[in-house]
């Protein structure tokens, strides 16, 4: 293995992280293996200097083993689909054969995962790293962006006929409902087992929903100063700061002011305390190609805007390049989501547990608006936003929560930002 090559990928319920290799030699001894739960900070694997004795030939040629996926998570549906022999099936690729072959490329875990959630046989993607022998990162993201594949068709299957429901007895206590199949009789339909991502982001927000009492509001904000300050600068910005300048730090920066004014809502509870956050740690959700993930702007009160802007657009980057460490989507006391990056107006956001609070940020558009001028009230067009808060009624009240937006919707109007640049 080469200095900082991909040696192993480190995965969380949060965060998957490739690790590089330390240092330049021979992968002598593999100490754990893959699926295998491991404590922060034990020996992983060891590295002997290339052409050594005590460095065995074959694990210099041997990375760790990859099995392929297993296929159990579809057995649920077998018993189903069996229910309609007569029905055509589409055969699919095996994914047992395809992880096989994948198995006896060389690649790192990473690049393995990303052929698998794209439907990628590693043998037909054209190699360049160590020589010509080994997938990289590069190689496999460059062949899914060209469209040199196409994913397999899934299995189509006409839909089993729903059981029956059974005709309640007759007695007078109330009957539970059936429940309601997933798919009509008849229907053409394809099965996709969620990916392990998916199934955290499910439980998280079904969890949410149970566990926080919802309420969303909502304000308009005028961003005409910030747009104008945005057009004026966004050049020089970018180049000094090496990003460019968007929204988000401005709304990061308001929402911080109204963090420090009403600390409650920088809150979370353990039983029945409440819990008081000193730490200003604002997490910024990321919509990945495979899901979603909230990675942690940490003592963002610290940071200027341009400070705001590096640190918000590094991590969205690294997020995607599955680079995060696990403490970089941790810790967070308070959270914001951007839901107008497809021109969206607004949204009512899930609360991410255990925080209080969660603000959402809608597409800022131009439109007529009434201002007041000293000869009375006038049309202009501005650039308006609208602004959410989905907040915990159990802690915060209906008041406290309007007057955290009003808080954050004044900053964001009446500050002199370019000061602040």
């Known amino acids: 293995v080469g200095r900082d090559e991909p040696l192993l990928e480190v995965s969380t319920d949060k965060v998957d992280t490739e690790v590089p290799s330390p240092a330049a030699g021979v992968l002598t001894e593999i100490l754990h293996q893959e699926g295998e739960t491991v404590a922060v900070g034990a020996a992983l694997a060891r590295i002997g200097e290339a052409g050594g004795a005590s460095a065995p030939a074959p694990a210099a040629a041997a990375p760790a083993p990859e099995p392929a996926p297993a296929p159990v998570a579809a057995a649920p549906v077998a018993p189903a689909l069996a229910a309609a022999p007569a029905a055509p099936v589409v055969a699919a690729a095996s994914p047992e054969n395809q992880g096989e072959a994948q198995g006896k490329i060389r690649s790192s875990p990473l690049v393995k995962n990303i052929a698998r959630e794209n439907n990628v046989d590693l043998a037909q993607v054209p190699a360049t790293g160590s020589g010509g022998t080994r997938v990289s990162k590069g190689d496999i993201l460059g062949f899914i962006e060209q469209g040199k594949t196409a994913a397999p068709a899934p299995s189509v299957v006409a839909a089993a006929a729903p059981a029956p429901a059974a005709i309640p007895a007759a007695a007078p206590a109330p009957v539970a409902a059936p429940a309601i199949p997933a798919f009509a009789a008849g229907e053409r339909i394809s099965i996709e087992p969620m990916t392990k991502m998916r199934k955290i982001i499910a439980d998280g927000m079904v969890n949410s929903r149970r566990t926080s009492a919802h309420v969303t509001t909502f304000f308009e904000a005028d961003f005409t100063n910030i747009a104008r300050l945005r057009e004026r600068v966004k050049k020089s910005f970018e180049a000094q700061n090496g990003t460019k300048l968007t929204f988000l730090p401005f709304v990061i920066k308001a929402t911080l002011d109204a963090l420090k004014a009403i600390p409650v809502v920088n809150a979370s509870t353990d039983g029945e305390n409440i819990i008081y956050k000193n730490d200003y740690n604002v997490g910024i959700a990321v919509a990945l190609d495979w899901g979603l ?55 009512t956001p899930i609360i991410n547990q255990p925080q209080l609070a969660i603000l959402g940020l809608g597409g800022i558009h131009k439109k007529p608006w009434v201002v007041e001028t000293p000869d009375g009230d006038a049309l202009a067009i501005r650039s308006i936003g609208v602004l959410s808060l989905s907040f915990d009624h159990r802690i915060i009240d209906g008041a406290v929560g309007d007057q955290f937006l009003a808080h954050v919707k004044k900053t964001i109007e009446m500050t002199d930002w370019e000061a602040m640049l």
């Open 293 to 347: 993930i909230v990675p942690v702007i940490k003592n963002a009160d610290m940071l200027s805007i341009s400070g705001l802007a590096r640190a918000s657009q590094d991590l969205a980057n690294r997020a995607r390049a599955k680079q995060l460490k696990p403490d970089e989507v941790s810790g967070g006391t308070f959270s914001i989501t951007n839901f107008g990056l497809y021109g969206g107006l607004t949204a």
